[in-house]
């Protein structure tokens, strides 16, 4: 038997292997010593053999093979050049380790093929990233290639995956563990609001704050496919992939993206915190990483596609009186995008709207202090544009396809599509002082195709390496495209379109499963929000936005004297914390009331962290309960202030000490007891400050 493991000091997955077969992931959970035996711990995990089973249980493997009576899903799908099905067989060929790495290699010699799997630990963030690479002698045809398969936990009742919807992005699915299989699979040719790839597997009885979890990301922007399946015998797996069918054709290697893993015994705050610190100190390259957080401003929801040289002007000065720091020129400056329905692909300035291009604009935003950001839909195209009319095959699909928001999608896997792209947009680049970009994805592939996503990438890489100082925002309609893999080459995700502070405090709070602080974009919508109807106080609208990377998206012309300080207030507490927030976890709080959705942040190191318990709704008993918090040291005091003690309303007529003064109380109380805030309106946000003393 051969066997390997792989340690973090927090998770070990020890993977073992009969004979030379492909092996399975045998543990996969809390550290195991050094002494253990992993021989005997495969042996002894091995499930009997019984009535109405085969005379040796089928391995479950990193890849199950079919021609193994496997009686569940395989973990590879391939056929020859000339269609004929292959039945893959591997045998073990070698293992390299290099530091943290495990790269093993097997062989099928009938098929000619190559299977290549790779596991990578990192300590500091607790991530496992694996992937698979299939190789073979001659172009064959790809249906389906799992990254490398692990089993699902026995001790799991249920398993959560995200689904969502335009301005309603990350809301959780959750579905028991029952024999057969739940089958995710995303065929849009984009991440999409519908399938964030993502899925936490919680121990029985795990909340937020405790138990065990494990944590799966598939980090790949062109649509994902996720199969976990209970067999008869009672063993599950969990496989992620490409969509099924992506590869359009024979090639002779194929690689999945990138598997992230984690295991997680303080519930499912353990794995959101691997996500976030990996996405935050591997994945994501900032430009300058020391570089704060700039608070946005965003115009689209104040004009839209009306563009006035002297109103964007007294917008910007307005926005940078009330602290915005970068302002970021929306949709409508380009061809003659007086609505969605023309001139995407026509990315020069609209002469009409800037007669003396964009420089009048960007000087004066340079004046004011901020820096200047510019939106694109770099892979799109409207038929109304004069490169769809001189280039009609550069769309990709059909002529008589369905289009969305009345365009199509460029062909990206054609190089000179890309070129195009690429010069246009480096154009714009080079003329200009510009720090950012706002990268918009908003109609679905006409079918799915990796060649697409591929494209996508060597673009996005292309004018990095070129501008290495832009930084770049995903956007698709919101978060249409938010994964690893997209945030390898950007910066920041457009978590929703939605700027209702309600909607967004609960799609801020799901995100945070995966996404860090410092990616995330939220902003101070209109005071009457466009897509949702309500009207929120500004109080709330601009603490929901400070939780994450803050910006402001309203007109603010709209803004009364009272609003205006609010926001004023809000924006110098967000700079004046914003530092450490950037290395803070996020970690979610249990409430004992349904009516609250609360985090805590804590600082690396531990020493400070804001608290943010956010009113959703009405509560049911007539007092707000005690919220415990979480991730503090339980022997260590803090000193804990309410710091937005003045929002408390008249209703209010009781005298908790928090209204009044700061406490002074241990971890172990904070944790336990929880800190009773002031009762409040529904659609309210109590911010605790703490310090360590
Ligand atoms: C969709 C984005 O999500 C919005 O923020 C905005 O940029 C529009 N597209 C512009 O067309």
Redesign the pocket.
């Known amino acids: 038997m051969q066997t390997w493991r792989l340690d973090d000091g927090r998770q070990t997955l020890v993977l073992a292997a009969r004979t030379a077969r492909l092996p399975e992931v045998v543990y996969w959970g809390p550290a195991l010593p050094k002494e253990d035996d992993l021989e005997s711990l495969a042996r002894a995990t091995r499930i009997d053999v019984t009535g109405g089973m085969l005379d040796e249980n089928p391995d479950l493997s990193i890849c199950p093979e079919a021609v193994r009576t496997f009686p569940g899903q395989p973990g590879l799908i391939c056929r020859d050049s000339d269609g004929t099905p292959l039945l893959p067989k591997f045998c073990f060929a070698s293992d390299k380790r290099d530091g943290s790495r495990l790269e093993l290699t097997f062989v099928d010699d009938a098929n000619g093929l190559t299977l290549t799997a790779c596991f990578e630990t990192d300590a500091h963030t607790g991530l496992i990233t694996c992937q698979t690479t299939l190789s073979a002698t001659r172009p064959i045809h790809l249906h389906w290639l799992a990254a490398p398969v692990v089993p699902a936990p026995q001790s799991a009742d249920e398993m959560i995956d995200f689904t969502g919807r335009w301005c309603g992005e990350f809301q959780t699915a959750i579905t028991p563990w029952t024999p057969g299989m739940r089958y995710r699979e995303n065929r849009t040719g984009r991440t999409g609001h519908e399938h964030f790839p993502g899925l936490i597997i919680p121990g029985r009885g795990a909340t937020n704050a405790n138990g065990e979890a494990w944590g799966f990301h598939y980090g790949w922007s062109g649509g994902h496919k996720m199969i976990a399946e209970e067999l008869p015998d009672g063993r599950r797996q969990v496989q992620f992939g490409h969509a099924a069918r992506m590869e359009t054709e024979a090639a002779t290697e194929f690689k999945t993206a990138k598997l992230f893993l984690t295991y997680s015994d303080q519930g499912l705050n353990g794995c959101a915190v691997s996500f976030q610190r990996h996405v935050r100190d591997r994945v994501v390259q900032f430009p300058n990483a020391a570089r704060a957080r700039p608070v946005h401003y965003?115009c689209?929801?104040a004009v839209?596609?009306d563009h006035k040289l002297p109103v964007l002007k007294d917008i910007a000065d307005r926005a940078a009186d009330l602290g915005a720091e970068r302002f970021v020129l929306?949709?409508?400056w380009f061809g003659e995008r007086d609505d969605?329905t023309t001139s995407l692909s026509d990315w020069e300035v609209d002469p009409r709207k800037y007669p003396d291009g964009l420089t009048p604009l960007i000087e004066h935003v340079h004046s004011l202090g901020m820096t200047f950001g510019i939106?694109f839909?770099p892979e799109m195209i409207n038929p109304n544009s004069n490169i769809h009319r001189k280039y009609p095959h550069w769309a990709l699909g059909s002529e008589d396809q369905t289009l969305g928001?009345q365009q199509k999608a460029m062909n990206m896997a054609l190089a000179e599509v890309r070129d195009f792209i690429y010069d246009r947009m480096s154009a714009i680049l080079a003329a200009h002082d510009i720090d950012y970009i706002?990268w918009?994805h908003?109609r679905v592939l006409p079918m799915p195709d990796a060649a697409q996503t591929r494209g996508s990438y060597a673009l996005l890489d292309r004018l990095r390496d070129a501008f290495p100082n832009v930084e770049i925002e995903s956007?698709?309609?919101?978060g249409?495209r938010i994964d690893f893999g997209i945030l390898e080459r950007t910066h920041r995700v457009?978590l929703s379109?939605s700027n209702d502070a309600l909607e967004r405090l609960r799609i801020q709070h799901n995100a945070a499963l995966f996404l860090p602080s410092v990616v995330t974009g939220s902003h101070v919508g209109p005071r009457h929000c466009h897509t949702s109807g309500r009207v929120l106080d500004i109080s709330f609208r601009a603490w929901v936005a400070a939780q994450r990377h803050m910006g402001f998206?309203m007109d603010p012309r709209e803004l009364d004297d009272r609003e205006e300080a609010v926001l004023r207030e809000v924006t110098s507490w967000y700079k004046h914390n914003r530092h450490w927030m950037a290395k803070a976890d996020i970690l979610r709080l249990d409430s004992h009331d349904p009516s609250v959705i609360a985090e805590i942040q804590v600082a690396s190191g531990g020493d400070q962290f804001a608290a943010f318990i956010g009113k959703a709704d009405t509560s049911a008993q007539i007092a707000p309960r005690p919220q415990r918090l979480t991730g503090l040291d339980p022997a260590a005091r803090y000193r804990v202030n309410l710091a937005n003690k003045i929002a408390a309303p008249a209703l209010s007529r009781g005298d908790p000490l928090l209204k009044h003064e700061d406490l002074e109380v241990s971890g172990q109380w904070l944790m336990t007891q929880g800190v009773t805030v002031p009762w409040s309106f529904p659609n309210h946000m109590w911010v605790l400050e703490g310090t360590r003393i």
Do not use: P, Q
Request: proline fraction near 0%; include cysteine.
């Open positions: 965003n689209w929801e839209y596609f929306d949709d409508g969605d939106w839909e928001r706002k918009d908003n956007c698709a309609s919101g249409g457009w379109d998206e």
